[in-house]
């Protein structure tokens, strides 16, 4: 149903295109301000460095394609499951086109200030200031904004090492880093051991002499397969983990530790961190223990100081360096939201509820980011997410809590992550897939009905409590069903298993999908589901926590 309402999207990345497609779905009329010539954020590369953070040359993302969909665009059955960034970009391109959203983009427009209007205490508004692709400077007032600019904003380079002045080599961030040219035969040290660093450092050992990891604290590497080559966060972010780490993160732990190490030991190989698995977000890498093997890649600790021609590491040793990559992560500020008043930032730290909306505006909750956060799994469904949950709540649907309450709810959810993961700023922003998704759903509306559908609908619900949970979950009931949801969510193992297997073979995996299809209830399967649930019992007796049985119910089943 149309409304007379506006909504002011800033950016035109993978938050802000969902963002302005929901604001359509719920009438409001959206207008995307992109600073950039193109849609798609960072993932709309480009070969010269810009203030703009984007993609490497041969990024390939990190989460597989079914968990990198929005929730009524499921990506084509021959799209690669790990697909490569210009493979992405033409995702969220066709996407953008699908639902009509490019007439509301405004490219090469820079968003300078937003700030309450004059009526904010009446109406919620607020007043954006931007420039225009021919530089002149604009006013509109809006009913609501979202901030969709991400958490890539400021390069966070480290402070100088001692000695670092007198080194006569060359140091970057990964941000300028776009591919390996000028980097032939030399002797490269990359600082850090994140998705990036890893990144970097293997590309980089196929031209450079040597190339040398300087890491703190080391890193749990997982790869984007298991066994069998499934896709790992298929593996990982499915409701009965979800419950399992509910009742033990311990266990949970060494699940994950357990299948995640089998392909090379991580303390032979130098990387094992000293904390958990899950004290930190792993580092995705299929490649990095064949560069280590082969000798490539050489994995050290701290830097102690710098020399003229090198590094002096803090086990003592030498190494000759000619340049280095910085891959130290990124600072986030806001400093265009009413002069940087209204979300302010320390130590890459926010205070939004639910990580969207900020208690400073709590009174209206018309203004809300979405986007801000770091899962372990794609960005790309929970802020789909987080859009649908602001219109509901913008449009009166649903009601927030007050401002106490959400900043209780903060707090609350900080604690828990500050509790779980080290300290570091990477780790501000966390959150756990599934149960942040399923968080946004309660509130929405439209959380899976998993109790009704062991009763109903067996098949979806084997495949929506032991397989991946894929966005189109989130559209089996409440607000705007899909009625495509169940069919795209039976078909995932299909759509798959098609992205791979380009010829024949002896044996059908076709004939597998089909099976996970049908309609009667598989004794293998009620067999593991009481199988699990006696494990899950167990613990519980052991730990004397049978208080916590109501809470999981109502959480996931």
Not at 58 to 86: C, G, R, W
Not at 295 to 313: A, M, P, Q, S
Request: net charge neutral; proline share 5%.
């Amino acid at each position: 149903m149309k409304t007379n309402k506006t909504v002011c999207v800033i950016g035109a990345g993978v938050s802000g295109l969902p963002a302005a497609k929901w604001a359509t779905e719920y009438g409001v009329e959206p207008t995307v301000f992109e600073a950039q010539s193109r849609l798609g954020g960072l993932w709309n590369y480009k070969e010269e460095e810009t203030e703009f953070s984007t993609v490497m040359k041969q990024t390939v993302i990190n989460t597989s394609k079914e968990l990198s969909a929005y929730s009524d665009f499921v990506p084509d059955a021959e799209d690669a499951n790990f697909m490569h960034h210009s493979k992405l970009w033409k995702y969220l391109d066709r996407y953008a086109e699908a639902f009509d959203i490019k007439k509301y983009i405004r490219y090469n427009h820079r968003v300078t200030n937003v700030e309450r209007a004059r009526d904010y205490d009446t109406s919620g508004r607020w007043v954006v200031s931007y420039i225009d692709d021919n530089g002149i400077d604009h006013q509109q007032t809006f009913d609501f904004v979202l901030v969709c600019t991400g958490h890539h904003a400021t390069p966070n380079m480290p402070q100088p090492w001692p000695g670092q002045e007198k080194w006569r080599g060359r140091m970057i961030h990964s941000h300028s880093y776009k591919k390996p040219v000028g980097y032939d035969d030399k002797n490269v040290l990359v600082v850090g051991i994140g998705n990036s660093a890893i990144d970097v450092a293997c590309e980089l050992s196929r031209v450079a002499k040597q190339v040398t990891i300087s890491t703190r604290r080391g890193a749990w590497v997982v790869g984007k397969h298991i066994e069998k080559g499934y896709p790992m966060d298929m593996f990982l972010n499915t409701r009965l983990n979800a419950i399992i780490k509910y009742f033990s993160m311990d266990y949970f732990n060494k699940l994950c530790e357990e299948k995640f190490t089998k392909f090379f030991d991580q303390d032979e190989y130098g990387i094992r961190p000293k904390h958990k698995l899950i004290a930190q977000h792993p580092t995705i890498s299929d490649e990095i223990h064949n560069k280590i093997g082969s000798g490539t890649v050489v994995l050290k600790g701290d830097i102690r100081r710098f020399t003229e021609n090198g590094v002096i590491f803090e086990d003592g040793s030498f190494t000759e360096i000619d340049e280095v990559v910085c891959c130290t992560g990124f600072l986030f500020d806001f400093p265009y939201l009413d002069s940087g008043r209204l979300i302010p930032v320390v130590d890459n730290k926010v205070e939004l509820y639910k990580k969207m909306f900020p208690v400073n505006s709590a009174d209206k909750n018309t203004l809300a980011c979405v986007g801000l956060f770091q899962p372990l799994g794609s960005i790309m469904a929970p802020a789909e997410m987080n859009a649908r949950l602001f219109f509901e709540q913008a449009l009166g649907n649903i009601k927030l809590p007050s401002k106490e309450a959400m900043i209780k709810d903060i707090k609350a959810a900080n604690e828990k992550m500050f509790k779980r993961y080290t300290n570091v700023p990477r780790h501000t922003i966390q959150v756990d897939y599934v149960e942040y998704m399923d968080e946004m759903a309660n509130m929405i509306g439209c959380k899976p009905p998993m109790t009704k559908l062991f009763f109903t609908d067996y098949t979806l619900w084997k495949t929506l409590m032991f397989g991946p949970d894929v966005p189109y979950a989130y559209r089996l009931v409440g607000p705007h069903p899909w009625p495509k949801a169940r069919e795209a969510i039976l078909d995932v193992e299909t759509r798959r298993v098609k992205a791979i297997r380009k010829r024949e073979t002896p044996g059908n995996p076709f004939v597998r999908c089909e099976e996970l299809k049908k309609d009667s209830i598989n004794p293998a399967w009620i067999t593991g589901g009481v199988l699990v649930l006696a494990a899950i019992g167990a613990k519980l007796y052991q730990n004397g926590a049978f208080e916590h049985v109501e809470g999981v119910v109502k959480q996931y089943i």
